[in-house]
């Protein structure tokens, strides 16, 4: 089978790389197309994910930007898929993809994992003929969408554990790192997304905490370079801000506590067994609601609620899960 997998954001990378290589050892010819925003680019180029980069890059933080940029990218995703004559569209909330594939016929899974990004969801969802939510998301939460049975399909637990199933750290990530002091990931706010348009406050009061602080040492992985160099400018001693994209996972894995105003490097770690914080300022999501439930995710109101200790060597609650289950799902989709 000829599948075409749309990659839009870093997370994705991830999501995708062990499913790549269970579709390539299954037999199926695989072509993967990419914008550029981010790290998402850097990110494939770290895995050895071969790419092809189509349309414009990221519209920015503004719904007319994003327009135009969806535009400009709609056609050249359908021009693409139209000449490799795909049978499968598989996609992480490329509501683009999702969209060119039902023109062209194109059978279309999408996954995905927060219910609350409104404007994505009623593009993507409804054009495609799949559509795969983790099993903590009410069902009537996606109604509104046009998604229910038998087009919804549910997977247990979060996707980092299908991703990071057999991950292993490397403590090479480390290098600059001082393992003596309290190790601290820190994940910038995701301000050019719609589905979060609140001022972030207390995501700056725990950089001014974390970087004054001399026993600390906090790496700081901003989404993009206007953050990077907001960071930068502040001049924190305690703060390291990478110039380039890093293998954050196995920084999570052997760090001490993260902490993150978005969502997906707080279920890295939630899955990894570290220690994790959200400062997230939108509208919290089923998955993030039952994380915190069950103590695997704390939401932060000041900056002096982080504890900030050493964790204990060799002590971790990881969880693991088989890809191949995600996979299962997204291959049952329907023709379009």
Do not use: C
Not at 97 to 105: E, F, I, K
């Amino acid at each position: 089978m000829r599948v075409w997998i749309d990659i839009t954001n870093s997370p994705h990378v991830l999501f995708f790389r062990p499913l790549i290589g269970l579709l390539k050892a299954d037999g199926h010819e695989v072509e993967v197309t990419a914008r550029a925003y981010a790290q998402t680019l850097e990110l494939l180029e770290l895995n050895g994910i071969s790419h092809h980069v189509v349309g414009p890059a990221h519209g920015g933080a503004g719904a007319i930007g994003k327009a135009r940029a969806m535009a400009g990218r709609l056609p050249a995703l359908r021009r693409f898929a139209k000449s490799h004559r795909f049978e499968l569209a598989l996609a992480h909330g490329s509501h683009e993809a999702m969209l060119a594939a039902r023109s062209l016929g194109i059978a279309g899974a999408t996954a995905h994992d927060y219910e609350f990004a409104t404007v994505q969801h009623q593009l993507g969802l409804r054009a495609a003929t799949r559509v795969v939510f983790p099993d903590a998301v009410p069902p009537e939460r996606l109604k509104r969408f046009g998604v229910g049975p038998p087009k919804l399909r549910q997977y247990p637990g979060i996707e980092e554990e299908y991703y990071l199933s057999d991950f292993m750290a490397d403590a090479a990530v480390l290098e600059g790192v001082d393992p003596a002091k309290v190790v601290v990931v820190v994940r910038t706010p995701p301000d050019v997304s719609l589905y979060h348009r609140h001022a972030n406050p207390l995501f700056m009061q725990v950089l001014e905490r974390l970087g004054q602080d001399e026993t600390m040492h906090a790496v700081v992985l901003p989404r993009t370079a206007e953050q990077r160099d907001a960071i930068r400018a502040r001049g924190l001693p305690s703060l390291h801000v990478p110039e380039h994209a890093i293998d954050a996972q196995s920084l999570a894995a052997l760090a001490d506590l993260v902490v993150s105003a978005g969502g997906t490097m707080n279920r890295e770690a939630a899955a990894l067994g570290t220690p994790a914080y959200t400062t997230f300022a939108g509208r919290l999501g089923a998955v993030d609601e039952v994380l915190i439930r069950d103590g695997r995710l704390r939401p932060l109101t000041s900056p002096d609620d982080l504890e900030l200790r050493k964790r204990p060597t060799g002590v971790t609650q990881r969880v693991r899960r088989d890809p191949r289950e995600l996979l299962t799902l997204l291959l049952s989709t329907p023709r379009a």
